[in-house]
C-alpha cells in the first residue's frame, strides 16, 4: 500500500465512521475512493504500520443532549453529592446486574504458544439478576436476588431495604439511582419520598459515578474466576444462586469502603480539575 496515499484512513474521524465496518466492508470503502483492491491482510498490516490496534471501543448511551448539556447535568450531580458528602449525609448507592453460567474471564495465564479450553456447562440457563445497595456510612452489601428488573422487583428491593432487619434504612438519607425505566417510575419515587429519603438520580451515561458498578465488577470477576473451576457435573440455577450468594455475603467490608471512598475521590477531582476550571 505505500505507492498509494492512504493516509485518510488513518484520520481519527474515519476510524471513529468506520468502526462498526469489518474489514471486508472497508476494503470496499478504500475500493471505491481510490479504485485500489487491497487484502484483508494488507489492511491490518498497514493499521500496524501506523500502530492502529484492534481494540475494545468504549460505550456511551445515546442521548438528545449534546455534550454541553451533558456537561452541565454532569456539573449539578457532582456538586450536589459532593456537598451531601461534606454534609455528613449518608448516600445509599443502587443499581442492579444479571449473570449466567456462560460468563468467561478474558483472559487467563496459559503456557506459551498454547491454548487453554475451558468447557463450558451444556446450557447457560436464565441470567439472575442481582439489586444491590452500598453505603457511603456502611461496609456492607445489601443485595437480594430476582428475574427481572421491573418496578414490582424494585419495589421489592426497596421495601426489603427499609425493614427493621436492614442497617440501611432510607429515612434521611441520599439515594442514588440511573435512569433505568422502572427507577423512575411514579410509585418508586413516591414510595423512597415517603420513607423521608432524598432522590437523586445520575446523569445519562454517567455509571462511572456510581461506586456499586465496580462492586458489581469485583463480584463478576469472582464469578468468572468460580466458573472456570473444573467440575464433574453440569451446574444448575441452584448452583449459581449459591455460589452468587456465598460471593455476595462474603464481600470484605474494605472493598466496600474503599470503592465508596474512591468513587467520592473521583468526584472530587472531576470538580476541582475539569469542571470548575
Known amino acids: 500500500m505505500s505507492k498509494y ?3 485518510y484512513i488513518l484520520d481519527p474521524q474515519i476510524l471513529k465512521e468506520w468502526a462498526p465496518f469489518s474489514q471486508e466492508k472497508r476494503c470496499e470503502l478504500i475500493y471505491q475512493r481510490r479504485q485500489v483492491k487491497i487484502s484483508r491482510v494488507t489492511l491490518a498490516n ?4 501506523h500502530k492502529i490496534k484492534y481494540g475494545k471501543p468504549q ?6 443532549k449534546n455534550e454541553e448539556e451533558l456537561k452541565e447535568d454532569r456539573k449539578k450531580f457532582i456538586t450536589t453529592i459532593v456537598d451531601y458528602y461534606r454534609r455528613n449525609l449518608e448516600i445509599i448507592y443502587i443499581d442492579e446486574c444479571s449473570t449466567h453460567l456462560w460468563e468467561k474471564k478474558n ?3 496459559v503456557p506459551r504458544m498454547k491454548n487453554v479450553n475451558i468447557k463450558l456447562p451444556t446450557s447457560r440457563l436464565e441470567s439472575v439478576t442481582v439489586i444491590g445497595a452500598i453505603s457511603s456510612h456502611n461496609d456492607k452489601l445489601y443485595y437480594c436476588f430476582c428475574n427481572s428488573t421491573n418496578r414490582n422487583d424494585i419495589l421489592f428491593f426497596f421495601e426489603g431495604l427499609n425493614s427493621e432487619k436492614s442497617d440501611l434504612r432510607l429515612k434521611g438519607k441520599v439515594v442514588v439511582l440511573d435512569n433505568h425505566s422502572s427507577h423512575i417510575t411514579l410509585e418508586i419515587r413516591e414510595y423512597i419520598l415517603r420513607q423521608g429519603a432524598t432522590i437523586l438520580f445520575l446523569p445519562v451515561a454517567s455509571s462511572y459515578f456510581n461506586p456499586i458498578e ?3 465488577a469485583w463480584i463478576k470477576a469472582k464469578w ?6 473444573p467440575l464433574d457435573y453440569n451446574p444448575d440455577k441452584e448452583y449459581l444462586l449459591l455460589e452468587l ?3 455476595c455475603d462474603t464481600v470484605p467490608p474494605h472493598v466496600v469502603r474503599h470503592i465508596s471512598a474512591h468513587c467520592f475521590k473521583i468526584l472530587k477531582s472531576y470538580i476541582e480539575e475539569k469542571l470548575l476550571h
Open 224 to 229: 468468572r474466576k468460580k466458573l472456570i473451576e
Open 46 to 49: 498497514y493499521y500496524k504500520q
Open 245 to 247: 450468594q456465598k460471593i
Open 107 to 109: 483472559r487467563v495465564w
Open 5 to 7: 496515499n492512504f493516509t
Open 214 to 216: 465496580t462492586m458489581w
Open 59 to 64: 460505550y456511551t448511551i445515546h442521548s438528545t
